[in-house]
């Protein structure tokens, strides 16, 4: 099958149907490499992409893996990595420099996850990250403290639970793009993020812009877009 | 039918039924004076309740009024006064001392509306207020420079639309209880108050309880609660 | 890694970024001592700040840990003790006299998990706690049977689920400001403890103010504000 | 066209397409009179149903009308009677003893327009009512004051907004089913009754069944089956 | 423990508080027998509940609990039955005459564990059942091959998820109380029963009140009130 | 301005934006006519668009248009012709003839102005139309009556707002697909036709596709399509 | 019981009640052959039923089984087949030309389960199905590239989680109708599929009609109808 | 009163309290002229804004204006100036040159009000604008004729409501940062702009952020940060 998905960057599924169209253009027209998203992928189909992936760039990345997908990619490709707190499922490794500067605040420490599936997929797109943990604005100075060194980023990313104020606060602070990502983290009227959600989203605070719940992937996204056009290194 | 109304403590409408029934013991049994909640209200109704209440105590004091319900009620009794800007609509006058300090904070200008519904309540109940608005987080610096005013108090109410992130940081600076009122000032997103309702309940900060959009008047009655309390003036 | 800990009190991961960032004024800008909340937190960084704080202080506290997070801290620090019904984890003990009074009730019997929480956290805050379970609105001479014992509080903590009316029908009985905390019991249409919440929100009764469901540890926190107060014992 | 309705039970709009179907034999098979729902409808199609029914049966009793579709039928029938609170719109009178006891009771003075529309049809459909209104459960010795009286109906109900804990405690009160009516009157989180209906659905007291927001007409309907079914006038 | 629990009515917990407080007058109060909730207790306290109540009266008799509970009681009290269907456990019989008629339809065969707690718990409160399964309007006549059968109870109840249209159709067709039950069964946009339970609660048939999700117990006591009415075997 | 529109299709608003872009293969795409959406349009970008359409056409058609942009477009275009009920704003006409069979069922009285946005629109596609209005479920021996007649169709639209439930006892009579449309009409808890739709989306009965809240025109298009593949007449 | 069963199409529950009433006429009615629903069902219901379809038809086909009921089909009917792709549990086979083409598109590869119940049951029921999977809008070109494969069918089934922007992009490409199927794959504020059913439903594109989340058997019934009827194979 | 505005930077009303408190120091911090938000202020309050910004810096500029505050503004100011469409009040101009290059694309006609709130506002700021309206996906090829003048702007921003699908397609288009501004334009499932937020929040495009619902002013901003990034004139 793998000789086929070659050729034709799609999965065969069976004889049956392709599982898979690879966007075969997508780094021509992006300038971004592929990620796999692997939530919700059967185990055979996942293992299939992974492996053509590799095999054809020397490298594969993916995001919200599970345990259990991570260990059947394993009995293909023994040597992917598996990062449990972060999810990210990765085999080989891509050669860049590191450019500009995207800092990463949390809120608290069980955001950390989807602060790390931002830093690790930023950093894999080749930026420059600064990681700034548990700056909650119940303590408002922890994050005062640390203005100088936010200030310094083209982009900064806001990763809370609960409330979501942090976004707003940041927002205040600095002149770049704030993008917010809320998290699932919090008690029951949390609603598994949709608070934190609807406030980063109601921001009273300018240039706070907000994706989606847990992506911490499509914030590294955008941050990386803007990182670049920040160093002049975005070709349209 | 004022005469009836004064024996019964009854509203009693075309002789059909009684459309009120005043909580007399109330004030022995909470130490509060009644206040009327206008909205929804017929013309008749509420002017029938407020004529029995000034003719028993001399003061009548409402919130949620409509410009058409103070109309109606100045054809019966001219002295009331209508304050637009608060919706509260008063006859009379109670003679107090003032105790205490509660402390009303809002986020934006647009939320004064329900922050004037709860300093006037309070002041109605008896309680000093320091009124410090628009001082919401995107410009952060505002807030900080109220710091030692706003701790002062015995109890800070906080009032905010949008995102309602102020609740969260003047929770996490203050010792004592921080009563959250979230506004339906706001985008669309903000679904009229949920979204600072959400807010609030899921703030990050400690000490910090929450009631009904809009509800100044509820925030201003248990905010004069535990300014009682801290005076040694509330005797249970 | 704890002499690092107890030098930054900061948490750091395999050398890579700080996970916890304690608020080491906390205690000083509140008067309340830390209290760890368990939940999403990884059994890495769960630990480490368990044995950083006990390191420093001779004890730790937290809330709505989980059995994995028991056990795997009691690997570490095997005197840790934890409630199963309260779900409270904590190492060491406080000791210091405790004051004043704060009625905790319930609705029903399976509400006793979030008074649980809410009674441990008030005492280790230093307040005496009176408990009422079970006496919902279904069976009204059970509470009103209570009415003194209630009304000799200085704050009043409802806990209940499914509808939540408790709350509403204490508010009406007592002078002191009633907390209430919505849980998540109940059948399909209370939505894990939405219903509850929109209820306690919408209290007809005066003097309810509410925290996020389940959230017995924050209405600790404020009846613990109140009590003090009451007490003339919070220094502002 | 009224001839045409005469024979067909069908409105006709201009020759096109029939606007109505009356169910002709709904009193045969359920023992109920027509009554026509108002929201909505045309004038038109309004005016033409009423004159219709009016030629038929000698009366018309609809509700939900507005004051706009009330002077447009008393153009056409010039003693059509409309009552601004129950919203009400009638023509001509029933004739019929009144059976048994179904006893409505209101939370506030806000919702006496759905406790209206409630008691109107119930005495239309034939039952004798008992109106308390005003005894929410903020204080609750003016509930307690009428359990007597409330016990002596075949049918209680519960017309409710804000929070609608009175359902619940009149549910622990009585035998007899309690039909519960969420109303739309309250602040803003209580969702122009959403938070209401929640309440009584989620209902700790057994006994109690729920009807859609403001439906006071359905409750009366319901009400009068259990009136009739225990004054064994009910023949199926 | 048990002795204990005999003279006050109360579960004692490890002599730090009550966790259950029975009910004890409300036999006398509204005519029915104690039934336990199991959800959601904890397994020591559900069992001093079943132990104390059985020992008193010689029965016991509870809904919705989990199989680990049923275990759990079976230690302590062998004969304990469960039912996985209906998850109604139980020990011992009350004996009683049964007495009317009582209909209950379900829409759907995975309804029946619902249908099956309203049945037993309707016949255990004693009253006769007419069961009538998988009569879902998609085949209306399925439906109406029965409405003579339906039609000779003293109330319906209506037990259906998905669209839950049943219910409107059932009103449609008899003279007496139909109580709608929403089911949790159907696809995602069911929403765990939100989506019946609305349906209902909108139905333009006349008739139909409506209890909480999946409550097939709330169903059977409000229908066992009912028709005790319509046996004239309710006093007042 | 018009003649600029001839040539490019655009409106272009004051020299500095165009303002709309017709969609010109449209016809030639996919076999439709263009209809007007008028809701939310300004005045004058609305006129301009209907009068391009006019020009180039001899005919423009325009769905939920209110009576001010009626009156606007009649200042332009004095021959207009606006319906109220059915909200449809036309100037000329297509000149086509009619096949197949489309029935369009409704609820009640009040669906009937969705009911005529779906039937002139399925006309002015060239489909026959079949109404049957007011045969909602509670009373099924109405909607029974016409099943052979609905039969004929070779596709069904049924219309209705409460619960809805129409479209799940049409969809199990008959063999053609059935396209339902909630309606904003109802009760509180109907949540202007959340409810309706909702109740179509889990339909019990096969066949049953949905389409938005009060959008009679886009179940027309859907019948259109169906209705010419039925007749042969759809190229692909 | 077996036995039983075909003489009565009912599944009887030990002597107790009738478990299912298969719905006999329903293949003369409507022209497709009985689908088993098979969630929420018990074992011994689910498997009553597919032994009694079985024996008198030859096969039987059931979708949303899970592993353990395959399992318990197993034991009593070996030949039983399940894919766990698609969740389809069948037994036997029927025998039948395939006609026209229904077209069913994804937006992602783990939306296949979805896609596969529908293309399955298409297939069952009678329809040639081509299978496009994986041409989400994100990589526009994928989709632009099958543009006349898609135009060629009678009838396209669009599935797509996220944001299911695919249907309204295929809407505007084709001429049939198009059926739009959210699934619940996707980050949180997909809400388990709420995201996509409303995109649907909101499609700015005409011709889109949708049926529930995950629905993919819905999707392939409707599809068939409008297949047969394009093919002139639908007898009315 | 403006006198004393100049010197304080504060509103005060009637000697009772300050109504706003102008964040003094946001131009030094971020780089931004201040925008009033005008909804929801009191006419006193935003008029004296208007006038101490106007008086201060020669110019003032406001966003959500309505024709009553506009008019209010005129009688103050006479030359101030207000856009019907974009609801954009402002006095007076700024003098800077334009940079760079933001593209504005809305998906249909009525969301140009929208739209124009972004431009007007971008151009304020110091941004060219390229204006791309009613491009909307249900017809692609008027998107696709426009991909290159898309892809030579530094950001996108994407206007649409209804099921706001353009965002995803856009974002697979075009290697810059697009930002997605839902509108309120739609069909009763719109939800007032609800289902195109979450549309755009679930995008399985990349590079897509999100904004408020109907937050044209917010769009501006972020893509100013961005555009001034780009064109490297951010100077942090």
Redesign the interface.
Known sequence: MNKDLQNTFH?L?SG??????L?D??YA????REVI?C????LK?LTG?YQDMYDRYGYAFGTRATKEQAAALRQVIPSAEYD??SRILKVGKTEEDRIGNICICS????D??VCEEAAQTAEYFGGNVT?I??????????L?SYTDTI??A?CVVVVA?????LA??V???????V?AV?T????????????????????????????????GY??A??AT??NR??C?R???
Chains 1, 2, 3, 4, 5, 6, 7, 8 share one sequence.
């Not at 943990?133 to 922890?142: E, F, K, L, T």
């Not at 639970?161 to 104020?165: D, L, T």
């Not at 927002?171 to 793009?177: A, F, S």
């Open positions: 999965g599924d049956d149907y392709y599982y898979a169209r966007d253009d997508r027209r992006q300038g971004f998203y939530e919700g992928k059967s189909h992409i449990e707190i809120a608290g420490t069980a950390i996850g990681r943990y548990d700056i909650g604005v119940s303590g408002i100075n922890r005062l200030r310094r083209n639970g609960m409330e979501g104020a707003s606060v927002g205040g602070l600095v002149r770049v793009p993008i809320p699932s983290v919090g008690y029951g009227a949390g609603f598994e993020g949709l608070s934190a959600l609807l406030t980063m989203i109601n921001s009273c605070a300018n240039g706070v812009t907000v994706v989606n719940i847990d992506n499509g914030a996204y955008t877009q803007i056009l920040a002049g975005l070709e349209k």
